[in-house]
Nanobody, 125 residues
Framework: QRDLVESGGGSVQAGGSLTLSCVYTPTYNNYYSAWFRQTPGKEREGVAAIDSYGSPSYSDSVKGRFTISKDNDKNTLYLQMNNLKPEDSAMYYC????????????????????WGQGTQVTVSS
């Protein structure tokens, strides 16, 4: 059993920044970690991931604006979001899985077994 707890969501104006955090259960394993987002009526889409070697990947929609990082000493996954746009508004979820490889572009929700409860991000124009 693993627990993932997101925080850091909120409301900002376009051009602003937010940092999301996801605290996970301590483990000796190196999980593949990712951030997904979802808006009502749409499928959950992956926006960023960091693999077990620490290599990040991003969706085209956030590349250059978002940064994913992980601090295993603090058991926390981060998503630094800069230059936010109204289309970034969504519920953001962190997710983890073992023995995953490749970029976030190749991942779907079916690839992940552990999920947080989500944190809402709202960007106003």
């Amino acid at each position: 059993q693993r627990d993932l707890v997101e925080s850091g969501g909120g409301s900002v104006q376009a051009g602003g920044s937010l940092t999301l955090s996801c605290v996970y259960t301590p483990t000796y394993n190196n999980y593949y970690s990712a951030w997904f987002r979802q808006t009502p009526g749409k499928e959950r889409e992956g926006v960023a991931a960091i693999d077990s070697y620490g290599s990040p990947s991003y969706s085209d929609s956030v590349k250059g604006r978002f940064t994913i990082s992980k601090d295993n000493d603090k058991n926390t996954l981060y998503l630094q979001m800069n230059n936010l746009k109204p289309e970034d508004s969504a519920m953001y979820y962190c997710a983890e899985e073992l023995n995953l490889y490749g970029t976030i572009a190749t991942k779907t929700t079916d690839d992940f077994g552990w999920w947080g409860q989500g944190t809402q991000v709202t960007v106003s124009s």
